[in-house]
């Protein structure tokens, strides 16, 4: 289990992009040497990470929850075959391109010490925004790609740290409970029924999932099957969480 590359993004104009003044640092390329990973402080304030990267939209990316976005080798090469084209490490906006792992099975707090130092810490999957659908230039992206729920994960630094490009990643923590990143997609995305599941990860969850699966339970109770999901993702009990139309990625 390895890091293949770390990658990072300048901040680039296109018509695709919701933040301020149409910017984006979803474009992300593998750099060389070491680059610095530390909590980048709370979502509105804190952008990425890592050093060097870019957050443009701070409303819906960055923060701590949503510090570091992990993407396997393996995942890339699936859709390598269903697009027929190339993807690059870096092409979803990942900010690390792993080897060896299973990122959709890993569990919401599950802890990853990436190099000597840095210890990361599982919150949730990713939900793709319009901004990841233009940058992919694939007609119906958004929906494709949360139907196929092959999403990479989010995590938060709880140890700052130094990486590079082949240091090793090794499992620290495992939860005993089941909540996956591929769960959590699903129940924030395609079948709310499973929110309630989502409780048994408490604290390690990404906050905004969470105050979801508490609103949800909070009205619906836990084995109530409550509101409808849309076609292409999810929309909080309280009507504020984000989905797929306005979904987060490191951009």
């Not at 680059?35 to 701070?58: E, M």
């Amino acid at each position: 289990m390895k890091l293949l590359t770390v990658n990072v993004g300048r901040p680039k104009t296109v018509e695709y992009s919701d933040a301020p003044g149409g910017a984006t640092g979803i474009d992300k390329r593998p750099v060389d040497g070491p680059v610095a990973v530390r909590d980048p402080g709370p979502k509105g304030v804190g952008a990425s990470g890592l050093a060097g990267d870019t957050v443009c939209d701070l409303r819906h990316h960055g923060g701590s929850d949503q510090a570091v976005y992990v993407y396997a080798r393996e995942d890339l090469d699936f859709w390598e075959r269903e697009l027929g084209r190339p993807l690059a490490n870096g092409s979803f906006g990942e900010n690390l391109t792993t080897s060896g792992l299973d990122l959709n099975g890993t569990k919401i707090g599950e802890r990853w010490r990436v190099g000597p130092d840095l210890v990361l810490e599982a919150t949730s999957g990713r939900i793709p925004c319009r901004t990841f659908g233009g940058w992919l230039g694939e007609r119906g992206w958004v929906r494709r790609f949360t139907q196929q729920g092959v999403t990479g994960a989010y995590f938060r630094v709880l140890v700052p740290g130094e990486i590079r490009a082949g240091d090793p990643v090794e499992i620290v923590h495992r939860p005993d409970h089941d909540v996956t990143v591929a769960l959590a997609f699903r129940a924030v995305t395609t079948e709310r029924e499973l929110l309630p599941r989502m409780l048994a990860a408490g604290e390690a969850l990404h906050a905004e999932e969470l105050r979801t699966a508490r609103e949800y339970v909070a009205k619906y109770g836990d084995g109530g099957v409550g509101d409808q999901a849309t076609p292409d993702g999810a929309q909080g009990a309280s009507g504020d969480r984000t989905g797929a139309r306005e979904g987060r990625a490191t951009v």
